[in-house]
């Protein structure tokens, strides 16, 4: 007689195929965590500053990736496209104004540094040597020239009309005693431009890599209440719980981090947290 074909111990079976997917539930954390948080800064300060920061992350468990960028508006993009999980180098102004402009939705999750604009001269040691006619650069981008005029306003070198703020334009100008010119240039070149105008509107993530002092240097400094002068950490929306973010944000805002500002950045950089 013939017998039948003999068929696998289905009970035995089932347990191996539900001890793969228990072991693929553990192991796939595991791998999550060790997947590295990509996060975008400016060059100079804001990359030695998140430099520091990766290092507290990693000796943490946290591997970390930094990515540098010349310009304002990059970082953004990336962040925008899911190359970067994080970045670290705009006010909150710049964010709202670039979610605006480019459909980005992109919301702060910390506070950073308090970095403040100032006014920079090559050729005059004060705000009242300032001659009549002189050039005066500020920022090409309409956020951070805004910024400058703001700055500029309360220097008194100019008077914009009542209520304008992060909107002001060239056009708010309603008072101009010195017939001051204006000058719109990329906000990287301005510190190279001192040689060719009167002054400079400069943002201290460029006034330093350039060797000028906010403190010492300038001629007029923005007040470090200013909503332009607090730095964010920016992420996406739909990655802003990234737990990886919380666990960075705390190795950003530790007291590591906190004593290599005061100790690299004196008069320049202050801690927003």
Same mark, same amino acid.
Do not use: C
């Given at each position: 007689?013939?017998?039948?074909?003999?068929?696998?111990? =289905?009970?035995?079976?089932?347990? !191996?195929?539900?001890?793969?997917i $228990?072991?693929?539930?553990?192991?796939?954390?595991?791998?999550?965590?060790?997947?590295?948080?990509?996060?975008?800064?400016?060059?100079?300060?804001?990359a030695?500053?998140?430099?520091?920061? &990766? =290092?507290?992350?990693? &000796?943490?468990?946290?591997?970390?990736?930094?990515?540098?960028?010349? %310009?304002?508006?990059?970082?953004?993009?990336?962040?925008?496209?899911?190359?970067?999980d994080?970045n670290?180098?705009?006010?909150?102004?710049?964010?709202?104004?670039?979610?605006?402009?480019?459909?980005? &939705? !992109?919301?702060?999750?910390? $506070?950073?540094?308090?970095?403040?604009m100032?006014?920079? $001269?090559?050729?005059? &040691?004060?705000?009242?040597?300032?001659?009549?006619g002189?050039?005066?650069?500020?920022?090409?981008?309409?956020?951070?020239?805004?910024?400058?005029? !703001?700055?500029? =306003?309360?220097? /008194?070198?100019?008077?914009?009309? %009542?209520?304008?703020?992060? /909107?002001?334009?060239?056009?708010?100008i309603?008072?101009?005693?010195?017939?001051?010119?204006?000058?719109?240039?990329?906000?990287?070149? !301005?510190?190279?431009?001192?040689?060719?105008? %009167?002054?400079?509107?400069v943002?201290?993530?460029?006034?330093?890599?350039?060797?000028?002092?906010?403190?010492? %240097? $300038?001629?007029?400094?923005?007040?470090?209440?200013?909503?332009?002068?607090?730095?964010?950490?920016?992420?996406?929306q739909?990655?802003?719980?990234?737990?990886?973010?919380a666990?960075f944000?705390?190795?950003y805002?530790?007291?590591?981090? /906190?004593?290599?500002?005061?100790?690299?950045f004196?008069?320049?950089?202050?801690?927003?947290?």
């Open positions: 007689m013939q017998k039948s074909p003999r068929r696998p111990f =289905q009970p035995l079976r089932q347990s !191996l195929a539900a001890a793969s $228990s072991l693929g539930l553990l192991v796939a954390p595991a791998l999550a965590a060790d997947k590295p948080l990509h996060v975008g800064v400016t060059a100079g300060p804001h030695q500053i998140g430099d520091v920061a &990766k =290092q507290v992350a990693e &000796k943490a468990g946290l591997p970390v990736k930094l990515t540098e960028f010349s %310009d304002f508006i990059q970082p953004n993009a990336a962040l925008d496209a899911g190359d970067l994080l670290i180098y705009q006010h909150r102004p710049f964010l709202e104004s670039q979610n605006s402009a480019r459909g980005y &939705k !992109l919301v702060p999750v910390a $506070s950073a540094v308090v970095q403040q100032g006014i920079y $001269s090559r050729k005059h &040691k004060a705000i009242a040597d300032l001659p009549q002189g050039r005066i650069a500020i920022p090409n981008d309409p956020t951070n020239g805004a910024r400058a005029l !703001l700055v500029l =306003q309360a220097a /008194k070198l100019i008077k914009l009309k %009542d209520g304008v703020t992060a /909107k002001a334009s060239l056009f708010d309603v008072e101009n005693p010195k017939k001051l010119k204006f000058v719109e240039i990329e906000a990287a070149q !301005l510190p190279h431009s001192l040689s060719d105008v %009167d002054a400079a509107a943002n201290s993530a460029y006034a330093i890599p350039a060797g000028l002092s906010p403190a010492k %240097d $300038s001629l007029a400094l923005e007040s470090q209440d200013a909503e332009f002068a607090v730095v964010v950490m920016a992420a996406r739909d990655n802003k719980d990234d737990p990886r973010i666990q944000i705390k190795a805002q530790s007291e590591e981090v /906190k004593q290599f500002i005061e100790k690299t004196p008069g320049a950089y202050t801690t927003a947290w």
